[in-house]
């Protein structure tokens, strides 16, 4: 017995400590999660897919990563409206409250689609951009390196590639050919880049089956975009990513190492309120002054809005104006069929009565002649059949003196009347009579 409660209060001791080992043990992970970086193998890993995208596609796909609860919306979005043209795309997105870079990818919407699938590859861009965006941008000019020195960076058809050397440090540049026209490229980077030089593997995206290989490269379909695209862009010398102060109006045709010299051209600052989701340990390792507090920001700021009464509109206001506004150009396929409906019920509408029989509610209406067929109306009458001949078989009336026999034919279309027969019996009895006082 005393061995048994013996092993009952080690068993009781022995539970009540777990939760304490448990926190323990969270607390020791939590805080080796805080102190690790992420190293050069796993960033390169994560930035092999996009490295050799143009400049201006690479920005908004970096700034977008810092915002993930905005691109799953915005992929949700799309996937439910892939009819929308690039241009619909920027006039239903006008007034949503999502990162300008985030509504500048909702044309992208493969690219847009495999970001959201992705979460921790997403997750992993934007911590390394928010913890160090110059970081980011060697790794990925070593990455442009090595697909260059292997041949299968080079301007073509898709790309325009340009490479500048300063002091020791040699940068290569990426822009569209067509400055309106903008191509996604998909590619093995074991190919492209050559030799993989980590034991880490890359990342690697699968495409579509219609995407054009050029090169080593599957390139997608044109996507055409309007110069409000382009309005964010890399400073490569400073190593900083840059937007432009003011909606972009034209296309730029220069040089693309000269674009971001010009004071249009801000650096890109990370809004922590805006972001609406915690951050990583590293993260909030590398800045504490600066992400702790974001969440006490953001509830001031949300309840700051909640008070204002001018709000952005939601998406759904914005997708049902867009709607009205294509319905009014042009006219969709089910009010055509509607319209052709209406048309053909207009054309086998009913004869309307005639005057006369249009207050008689009990009687009912007479067809015109030329419809009437005695035959068929003794077929379909609902009386008895024999009634119906004996009614329009002829009255024949006798009468003394051997006269001749006068037939009333019943009318084809009203009965005899009964008076008239009235009074032609009458003087038939009158006439026989006659006659048998005469014989008396």
């Known amino acids: 017995m005393k061995s048994i ?7 009781l001791s022995s539970t009540a400590a777990l939760p304490a080992l448990a926190q323990s043990s969270t607390g020791f992970t939590q805080t080796s999660a805080s102190t690790q970086q992420y190293s050069d193998a796993q960033l390169d890993s994560v930035l092999a897919p996009i490295a050799l995208y143009p400049d201006t596609l690479l920005t908004h796909t970096l700034i977008a990563a810092t915002y993930p609860l905005d691109v799953v919306a915005a992929d949700r979005w799309r996937q439910s409206n892939k009819h929308l043209t690039p241009q619909q795309v920027d006039n239903v997105l006008a007034n949503v409250s999502w990162d300008p870079s985030v509504k500048a990818l909702a044309s992208f919407t493969d690219l847009l689609n495999t970001m959201a699938n992705d979460l921790q590859w997403l997750q992993q861009l934007g911590d390394n951009v928010l ?35 300063r002091h020791t440090r040699e940068v290569i540049y990426i822009e569209p050919r067509q400055r309106e026209v903008v191509y996604v490229p998909y590619y093995d980077p074991h190919i492209v880049y050559g030799h993989w030089w980590h034991t880490t593997s890359p990342v690697r995206w699968r495409h579509q089956v219609s995407y054009h290989h050029h090169s080593n490269v ?17 400073h490569w010398h400073n190593r900083h990513v840059v937007i432009h102060r003011e909606p972009v109006r034209r296309y730029y045709r220069g040089s693309p190492r000269k674009r971001v010299v010009s004071k249009d051209y ?50 759904e206001h914005a997708l049902k104006r867009n709607q009205s506004h294509v319905r009014s150009e042009k006219p969709q396929r089910n009010n055509t069929l509607k319209q052709l409906k209406r048309d053909n019920a207009k054309s086998v509408a009913p004869v309307k009565a005639p005057k006369r029989f249009a207050n008689r509610g009990d009687e009912i209406q007479r067809l015109p002649k030329r419809h009437v067929n005695r035959q068929h109306i003794e077929k379909t009458s609902p009386q008895n059949r024999s009634i119906a001949r004996e009614s329009t078989k002829p009255m024949r009336i006798e009468r003394a003196n051997n ?27 009158r006439s026989v009579s006659r006659g048998n006082s005469d014989k008396h």
């Open 5 to 11: 409660t013996l092993s009952v209060l080690f068993a």
């Open 131 to 165: 913890i160090d965006q110059s970081r980011v941008l060697d790794r990925v000019q070593v990455l442009r390196q090595h697909a260059h020195n292997t041949g299968n960076l080079v301007t073509n058809d898709y790309i325009e590639v340009e490479t500048e050397r």
């Open 218 to 234: 599957f390139w997608s379909p044109s996507i055409h975009l309007s110069t409000a695209f382009f309005f964010g862009s890399v």
């Open 266 to 315: 801000r650096r890109w600052e990370h809004n922590t309120v805006h972001r609406r989701a915690r951050y990583s340990n590293p993260v909030v390792h590398s800045a504490p002054s600066r992400f702790e507090k974001a969440g006490v920001a953001r509830a001031k700021h949300l309840s700051n809005k909640q008070g204002t009464i001018n709000r952005k509109p939601s998406i």
């Open 403 to 429: 006269k001749p026999k006068r037939i009333e034919r019943a009318s084809n279309n009203r009965p005899v009347k009964r008076e008239k027969s009235n009074r032609q019996v009458s003087r038939v009895e």
